[in-house]
């Protein structure tokens, strides 16, 4: 059963730094490239980032370049999601889960309960 445990969300300031984890299980995460995806009340769903198997590409949404930046860690089955120079449209909750580059990192998995980053003063 495939599972994704995201954490490290929480309240933080404008400018303020967050690192989110994300934890999967039922599947080899190697195989896989990885993703963040994030949602809020008045927005959709949307691809944040992604990295490849072997870490070395990364896509990354316009919104967030030169601020956040994904790694991962397939021993622990891990992906991060670091977060800098956060701004109050950074409010959502985030997601993890798997997908391949050639379909446009479209999630393959259903989603896990994601972590709440809220960016307010």
């Known amino acids: 059963q495939v599972q994704f445990v995201e954490s490290g969300g929480g309240l933080v300031q404008p400018g303020g730094s967050l690192m989110l984890s994300c934890v999967a299980s039922?599947?080899?995460?190697?195989?896989?490239?990885m993703t963040w995806y994030r949602q809020s009340p008045t927005n959709p769903r949307e691809l944040v980032g992604a990295?490849?198997?072997?870490?070395?590409?990364?896509k990354l949404a316009n919104s967030v370049k030169g601020r956040f930046s994904i790694s991962r860690d397939d021993l622990k089955n891990t992906v991060y999601l670091q977060m800098n120079n956060l701004k109050s449209e950074d409010t959502a909750e985030y997601y993890c889960?798997?997908?391949?580059?050639?379909?446009?990192?479209?999630?393959?998995?259903?989603w896990g309960q994601g972590t709440q980053v809220t960016v307010s003063s």
């Open positions: 889960n798997a997908g391949r580059t050639y379909t446009n990192y479209v999630p393959l998995y259903p």
């Open positions: 990295i490849t198997t072997t870490g070395g590409v990364t």
């Open positions: 039922g599947f080899t995460t190697s195989d896989y490239a």
